[in-house]
């Protein structure tokens, strides 16, 4: 059986690298809030070209903490409506309705499944105040029309990371066109480290200071606490593999690209949709989603073959039982395309002659 994505596997190939710094911190006595967690965010802000990056415990933190943030800086308030597609991941929404802010779901382009500025254009009201563009599956949001519209019309943008890190536009990174930006490095992100962790990127200072501080039960110096604040820190031994990882992000983003360009090159079957093609740089391949108006018979053929796949997303945020309240909303795109998308296998550790067995399985798929 191809697997979709064997952890083990990735991690091995910097096995002695990763031992070294997990003994570096056991030996440092030094478990939160250490020299590990520093160079991080320092490593981890220069590859983004950020001026700062916090480490947070995981990428829901990251969103939720920046919308707090924004909310004791005044600039939001309960109440607010923020901007985002309705086929994100459920955290996207989570972030906003756990600090009592009104989520807008509106349908995601059907080729490039991110948002696109004639959408949220039609859906600002007097209340909205935030765009959440999400870099879904590692393509990177069209950033640049994004911020215009932003400027326009005086909102701010937060930018959901979790999938896209290192994917690019005219050489900038997401993480670093919008006010502040969240990132997930759960373990199979394309920077993953071995447990929860996650990370705020942003050229705000004030911003930078009070998600710190935010998520270190509201305090800058010790037993004085100046927000209701949280416990959502990244610890040292997370530190550590990251920055280990982080050296090898590109490498491993560029052996994505290279398995995307053979599906998209090879792959020729009329019964399945291949990702719209764009620019090397805008997508890095977090996922390889395809479409398929009879997912469920494709899925149990290529499972029947020997090759696992899996669906991103199942169920959209609006009908899920958590979501009860949008229930009724009417989103025929986002629902179609939770209907019909699979992602294949994509990632670092799969080899060539898996990669042609996939493609070879799926161009002799017939209903
Ligand atoms: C993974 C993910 C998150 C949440 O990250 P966690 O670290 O699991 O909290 C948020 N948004 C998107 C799009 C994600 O893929």
């Known amino acids: 059986m191809i697997s979709f994505l064997d952890l083990k596997k990735v991690n091995n190939q910097y096995e002695t690298e990763l031992k070294e710094a ?19 965010e320092v490593e981890f802000s220069s590859y983004c070209g950020t001026k ?48 009592d802010l009104t989520p807008v779901l509106v349908e995601p382009n059907d080729s490039t499944y991110n948002l696109d500025i004639q959408t949220i254009e039609k859906s ?15 393509r990177i949001s069209p950033m640049n029309e994004i911020t215009l519209l932003a400027k ?29 930006s969240g990132f997930s490095f759960y373990p ?14 942003t050229n705000d200072k004030q911003l930078a200071d009070i998600v710190r501080s935010l998520g270190n039960y509201g305090s800058y110096k010790k037993y004085e ?18 920055r280990v990882k982080l050296n090898y992000l590109d490498k491993d983003t560029a052996i994505r690209k290279l ?18 093609k764009c620019s090397d740089e805008n997508h890095v391949w977090h996922l390889f989603v395809v479409r398929c108006k009879n997912r469920q018979h494709f899925q149990e053929y290529l499972t029947n073959t020997g090759i696992s796949s899996l669906i991103h997303y199942p169920i959209p945020p609006h009908k899920q039982q958590a979501y009860e309240e949008y229930r009724n909303i009417r ?13 294949l296998p994509i990632n670092p550790s799969l080899n060539d002659e898996e990669v042609d067995i996939i493609i070879s399985s799926i161009n002799n798929y017939t209903i």
């Open 188 to 201: 199979s992100k394309n920077l993953g480290a071995l447990g929860d962790a996650g990370a705020v990127t």
């Open 225 to 242: 606490n100046i927000y209701k604040g949280v416990n959502s820190r990244l610890d040292e031994i997370q530190a550590a593999m990251l």
């Open 152 to 180: 326009k019309y005086n909102l701010l943008i937060l930018e959901d990371s979790a999938q896209s890190h290192g994917a690019s536009i005219n050489g900038v990174k997401a993480g670093n066109f919008g006010h502040a």
């Open 259 to 276: 398995i995307a360009k053979k599906y998209l090159d090879k792959i020729k079957n009329p019964l399945v949709r291949l990702p719209e």
């Open 331 to 343: 989103l025929p795109i986002t629902d179609k395309i939770h209907q019909e998308v699979l992602s």
């Open 22 to 40: 997990c003994n570096r911190v056991i030996e440092s006595g030094q478990y939160i809030a250490g020299s590990e967690l520093d160079s991080f």
């Open 124 to 138: 600002i009201t007097t209340k909205t105040k935030v765009i959440l563009p999400v870099h879904l599956y590692g």
């Open 52 to 99: 700062y990056a916090v480490g947070v415990a995981n990428g829901l933190d990251a969103l939720s903490i920046v919308l707090r943030a924004w909310k004791e800086m005044g600039k939001i308030k309960a109440g607010d409506e923020v901007i985002l597609s309705a086929n994100t991941y459920i955290a996207s929404v989570f972030a906003i309705t756990d600090n």
